[in-house]
């Protein structure tokens, strides 16, 4: 699902069955370090996970993405 409001905040895509957080960040989180940090610790203390990756390397090798979802999710399912 893209864009799901949880709480206060809106994630880029969730997966309810995996407790998956999946965010995307670009250029509109330059300099939101901090407050992306503070939001991530949030998230996950209500056990969700949160795998973050950068636009530009989504589009530059989304294969690589993909690899590091399902590496995730092969993780979690072991659990």
Do not use: T
């Not at 370090?33 to 530059?60: P, T």
């Not at 995730?72 to 399912?77: A, D, T």
């Amino acid at each position: 699902m893209r864009q799901k409001p949880i709480d206060n905040y809106i994630v880029d895509f969730f997966c309810s069955k995996l407790k998956l957080i999946i965010e995307v960040d670009g250029i509109s989180h330059n300099d939101k370090y901090k407050r992306d940090q503070i939001r991530q610790q949030r998230l996950e203390s209500w056990g969700f996970s949160v795998l973050r990756f950068y636009e530009k390397d989504i589009k530059k090798d989304i294969r690589a993405v993909i690899g590091a979802i399902e590496d995730w999710i092969e993780k979690f399912e072991k659990k």
